[in-house]
């Protein structure tokens, strides 16, 4: 934790995010992701709260919080409403890439606006042909004088619609062997001033069954032109790594939302089995019931457990890529497990999008597969157990 944090502070900010969560998020959740309505004001209420500058150095203006703590923010929010965290969590993974393998130019240009949410960015990775195998990838970046051509397509990309600015994985050396040598990471903007998109610039948002009212999109860059000195680090051959070695605080924050979904349908199943009665009684008080609930419990709890584990390493700085994947693994089965009997307990009512189970439900389905699928976790866990118990 910084040296300006301690475990008051931590309480003091907690406090605060549960106030909002409670104040603002939850009563409007709902209708909004109905509706797949982006949620401007609280984008604006993120602002305030300095959530965009959460994980970002104090020396840059942000509030330089430990994975420890960003964490369980991120599981307080997606208790209530997971696409709100999305706003701040792929905007931070940007952040932090900049922050650990950006230029000091490049961190006192970037840093700053992205910590007050002037710029407001997300990670162009994903593409129709390469999702998990990123060294796939197509996106094309050639050097012409002093600035880079970029041509190719993205898709599922957060924050893109009305974000104002992107990391995007591009190859600079198709030809590179291995591939992962031949590519190179920009930060880019991609809107004007006054908001519209720059030229070559594509987008295109996406209908989804969940994850609603975030903007996730799809890109295509044409022609689009950007400086050389975007170039993170201002060395080509190094974006797979500018990529990958941010996939531990991904994996982490996504994991706090399957936490977070969990412990929201856990806490709906809850109240609703002692409002609802069958056969002259709660529907808690039948063993059926109470099996369900029992087990949801004990699984967000663990949750908790194996995410602060990898976070505390991840704050030591330590390798935690074994601790997070088990963490990402653990938590996203745990929200898409609880979510699923959050809608046994519900029965018939939780069909109706007039409670929020369904939506739960919906989402958690993203979590196994998105930052790694769930079934890759489980070869990077075991390849880590080997390498770490050689014999």
């Given at each position: 934790m910084s040296s300006n944090w301690n475990s008051e502070d931590e309480k003091i900010i907690l406090d605060t995010i549960d106030k909002w969560v409670e104040k603002e998020v939850r009563p409007i959740a709902n209708q909004m992701d109905n509706d797949d309505e982006y949620p401007h004001a609280l984008v604006e209420q993120i602002k305030e709260l300095g959530l965009f500058g959460a994980i970002i150095k104090e020396e840059y203006g942000g509030l330089g919080?430990?994975?420890?703590?960003?964490?369980?923010?991120?599981?307080?929010?997606?208790?209530?409403?997971?696409?709100?965290?999305?706003?701040?969590?792929?905007?931070?993974?940007?952040?932090?890439?900049?922050?650990?393998?950006?230029?000091?130019?490049?961190?006192?240009?970037?840093?700053?606006?992205?910590?007050?949410?002037?710029?407001?960015?997300?990670?162009?990775?994903?593409?129709?042909?390469?999702?998990?195998?990123?060294?796939?990838?197509?996106?094309?970046?050639?050097?012409?004088?002093?600035?880079?051509?970029?041509?190719?397509?993205?898709?599922?990309?957060?924050n893109s619609l009305y974000g104002n600015c992107l990391m995007v994985l591009t190859k600079t050396d198709p030809d590179a062997q291995p591939r992962y040598k031949g590519m190179s990471a920009f930060l880019v903007k991609t809107k004007d001033d006054n908001g519209q998109p720059l030229p070559g610039f594509g987008i295109k948002k996406m209908k989804k069954m969940g994850y609603r009212s975030i903007d996730t999109c799809e890109l295509t860059f044409e022609d689009f032109r950007v400086s050389a000195d975007t170039l993170i680090g201002e060395v080509e051959g190094k974006g797979f790594f500018n990529t990958v070695n941010g996939l531990e605080l991904g994996r982490l924050n996504v994991a706090a939302r399957g936490a977070g979904v969990a412990q929201g349908a856990l806490d709906l199943?809850?109240?609703?089995?002692?409002?609802?009665?069958?056969?002259?009684?709660?529907?808690?008080?039948?063993?059926?019931?109470?099996?369900?609930?029992?087990?949801?419990?004990?699984?967000?709890?663990?949750?908790?457990?194996?995410?602060e584990q990898a976070a505390i390493k991840y704050d030591s700085g330590e390798r935690c890529d074994l601790e997070a994947g088990m963490a990402k693994y653990f938590a996203t089965e745990a929200g898409q497990f609880c979510a699923e009997e959050g809608m046994r307990i519900f029965g018939g009512y939780s069909l109706s999008v007039e409670y929020d189970i369904e939506r739960y439900y919906r989402d958690s389905m993203l979590l196994v597969i998105g930052e790694g699928t769930n079934e890759m976790q489980r070869i990077i866990i075991a390849k880590q157990l080997v390498e770490r118990n050689k014999i």
């Open positions: 919080l430990p994975a420890t703590t960003y964490t369980k923010i991120v599981t307080k929010v997606t208790s209530a409403w997971m696409a709100i965290s999305g706003i701040f969590n792929s905007h931070l993974i940007m952040a932090s890439a900049i922050q650990r393998d950006g230029t000091e130019a490049q961190k006192q240009y970037w840093l700053p606006k992205m910590a007050t949410g002037e710029l407001r960015g997300g990670v162009g990775l994903t593409e129709p042909n390469a999702g998990t195998d990123l060294q796939a990838i197509r996106t094309r970046a050639v050097k012409d004088g002093d600035e880079y051509v970029l041509n190719g397509a993205k898709t599922w990309i957060t199943a809850v109240r609703y089995a002692q409002e609802r009665e069958t056969f002259g009684k709660p529907i808690c008080e039948h063993q059926a019931i109470q099996l369900k609930l029992g087990e949801m419990a004990c699984r967000v709890e663990a949750s908790k457990l194996l995410i």
